[in-house]
């Protein structure tokens, strides 16, 4: 799980399935609109987040009951 605070209040989140936390960054700054090309991801474990992006669809990040519970520093 990544988290992006931009300096105007903006909030991205992304994520990845593989141990390298720079595809969630990535993908926390293109939600935020930090970066304008949208990440490409290849989907490793068909999980609901990973078929949602691919699709271009909403992330179901209510799927997973602990992202709610996630404690996140304030900018």
Do not use: N, Q
């Amino acid at each position: 799980m990544a988290r992006v605070l931009t300096k105007d209040g903006r909030t991205g989140f992304g994520f990845s399935m593989r141990l390298d936390a720079t595809e969630a960054r990535h993908m926390a700054e293109w939600h935020a609109g930090v970066r304008a090309e949208r990440p490409a991801i290849e989907p490793v474990l068909a999980h609901p987040w990973e078929t949602a992006y691919v699709a271009r669809e909403t992330i179901p990040w209510d799927v997973e009951p602990g992202f709610a519970g996630l404690k996140w520093l304030s900018g």
